[in-house]
């Protein structure tokens, strides 16, 4: 697998920027140093990672988009690595990539007749590399496919999808589709026997299972996301979901959270017996006490604590809102700060295992601690309300929510709380965070007394 590291050249330009290098990597015989054409202000770039603490608006917005373009140069560049034969790799044959990508302009011929498929791929290239949702969207690109192959097999005829014949009629039949594919995967089994030829991918498909409500409604804003990009891009004059019927929206159940007593007898349990469930404690506890994503959670470092807070950028909004979050730490979050100093090899503030062994040590966590209130939840599949055990439905968003939870009933103000949690003002997302308590409903009736 090939690898890329940073450096920045020690010139600077007229602009007092300099130029962002590049280590390429790709077998023991070819290790390269390129230049990626991208600058940056010496100042804000520090051992290959870009600095935003407490920019103002304007600079951030600016650092994003650069580094964006550095993370898309990256990828496409591992991606030439791994598709194309080694033979024809060379410094030369990187420079030319690099030249392309900076500047596509020079290397415009006269306009083609893209596929469907084609275009699905430059979307993805162009909008969604490096990104935290690529990987959901080359679901959706795998979904489109099989789509193409089903309506093949059950019209018996060679149908293709185009984008200029992708009406809100078949908007709906490919949300129907998503939502029957466990059934279709049962009559036509051949569909899912070879591998996707519109996204590189050596996975086979695997059994569909049914899609809840909310999944299906993802999915479908995700389609109608590409569709909007080709309207701005000018492949076509009117997107499909203006005529379709309405995808609909998503269904949350009452919000769940454990309150402080109970993140208190968490934090306060004797896990001696189990050392390395105490380090998962610990690191959500930390969590509970920034409200932050564990996507965020797992990039910080020793450099992400300012001043006694934690600053960081969430992942999730960076690109449509790249605003820094900025939590000031209680002395039990800078407690925990200072026990893992060092600990980490990669350099991070807390030692991570994967995102799915947390929340199945989470659920550990909160059974060994006895945690396990019944609490009323939506079904994601059904979409019916049932009685589950907390501690069986624990997970890493939990703390999320019971950082949310916890100080609205507090302050019992969302402009407050959203600063906090990266929420911006008026967030209908916000809402599914916190719940308006008996507690919170008696002051209020308390003050028509």
Same mark, same amino acid.
């Given at each position: ?188 089994? *051949? $569909?899912?026997?070879?591998?996707? @030829?519109?996204?590189?991918? !050596?996975? =086979?498909?695997?059994? /569909? +299972? ?93 450099? *992400? $604590?300012?001043?006694?807070?934690? @600053?960081?950028?969430?992942? !999730?909004? =960076?690109?449509?809102? /790249? +605003? ?100 911006? @003002? ?24």
């Amino acid at each position: 697998m090939a690898t890329i590291t940073r450096s920045l050249s020690s010139k600077v330009n007229g602009n007092g920027e300099s130029e962002i290098m590049l280590r390429l990597s790709v077998s023991r015989d070819l290790r390269l140093r390129l230049k990626s054409g991208i600058f940056v202000d010496p100042s804000r770039f520090r051992d290959g990672k870009f600095i935003m603490p407490r920019a103002d608006r304007k600079t951030l917005a600016n650092l994003q988009t650069i580094s964006d373009n550095l993370v898309s140069l990256e990828s496409r560049l591992v991606s030439l690595c791994v598709n194309t034969p080694q033979n024809l790799l060379s410094k030369e044959f990187f420079e030319d990539a690099i030249m392309r990508h900076n500047h596509p302009e020079l290397f415009e011929t006269a306009p083609v007749s893209m596929s469907f498929f084609d275009t699905f791929n430059e979307y993805l290239v162009t909008t969604q590399d490096g990104t935290k949702l690529s990987s959901h969207y080359r679901v959706l690109a795998r979904l489109l496919e099989r789509y193409e192959k089903y309506k093949r097999k059950s019209t018996r005829q060679n149908f293709a999808l185009k984008l200029e014949e992708f009406t809100g009629e078949v908007v709906d039949a490919f949300k129907q589709f998503v939502i029957d594919e466990p059934k279709i995967y049962e009559r036509f089994p *051949s $569909i899912y026997k070879d591998v996707s @030829e519109v996204v590189k991918t !050596k996975r =086979k498909p695997r059994k /569909p +299972e049914q899609r809840g409500h909310n999944a299906v409604i993802a999915i479908m804003k995700r389609l109608r996301a590409f569709f909007n990009w080709c309207v701005k891009r000018g492949y076509i004059t009117r997107t499909p979901f203006a005529s379709c019927t309405s995808i609909g929206a998503e269904k949350y159940g009452t919000p769940y959270y454990i309150s402080i007593e109970e993140r208190d007898t968490i934090a306060d349990h004797d896990f001696s017996d189990k050392p390395a469930l105490a380090v998962q404690r610990d690191i959500f506890i930390f969590q509970c006490l920034i409200g932050c994503r564990v996507s965020d959670l797992i990039e910080m470092t020793p450099e *992400s $604590i300012i001043d006694g807070a934690v @600053e960081y950028m969430p992942n !999730k909004t =960076k690109g449509e809102r /790249p +605003e820094v979050v900025r939590v000031p730490l209680n002395k039990r979050a800078m407690a925990l700060v200072e026990k893992y100093e060092g600990v980490d090899k990669k350099g991070r503030l807390f030692p991570f295992i994967s995102t799915q062994k947390y929340n199945d040590a989470i659920k550990s966590i909160f059974t060994a601690c006895g945690i396990t209130r019944i609490v009323t939840v939506l079904n994601p599949k059904t979409g019916e309300e049932e009685r589950r055990p907390i501690n069986e439905i624990a997970s890493s968003h939990m703390a999320r929510r019971t950082f949310v939870g916890n100080l609205y009933k507090k302050v019992k103000d969302p402009s407050l709380v959203g600063v906090l949690s990266g929420h911006k @003002e008026g967030s209908k997302a916000f809402a599914r965070y916190r719940e308006i308590d008996e507690d919170i409903k008696k002051e209020l009736v308390g003050l028509l007394d």
